[in-house]
């Protein structure tokens, strides 16, 4: 099976094996800092990550943080948590 990208032309995220990139969406990319929602397969199981990297003097990209979302009820809780708190931004 070919390896599903969401935008052609963005530049695939910094994951590497054994960690397979299924797919990839850049939520913000500036300032030294890349943030981006990838879905992934690690030993065969796939997961959802949230990943948060920071450019390195050496021009390379360090994870900095990764957050993993397992099943869809673990999605619904975290929504619904986010869901209850968002209106508290504006």
Known sequence: MAEKISLRDEEKVPIIA????LSQKTINKRFGWWSAV????????KQVCFYLWQKKEEGGW?????????????????????????????
């Not at 054994?18 to 990139?21: A, D, E, I, R, S």
């Not at 900095?64 to 209850?84: R, S």
Request: hydrophobic residues 40%; glycine residues 8%; without cysteine.
């Open 38 to 45: 990838v879905l992934l397969e690690s030993y065969g199981r």
């Open 62 to 90: 360090k994870r900095k943080q990764k957050f993993a979302i397992h099943n869809q009820e673990d999605w619904e809780l975290i929504q619904d948590a986010v869901d209850g708190m968002i209106g508290e931004l504006t």
């Open 18 to 21: 054994p960690l397979k990139v």
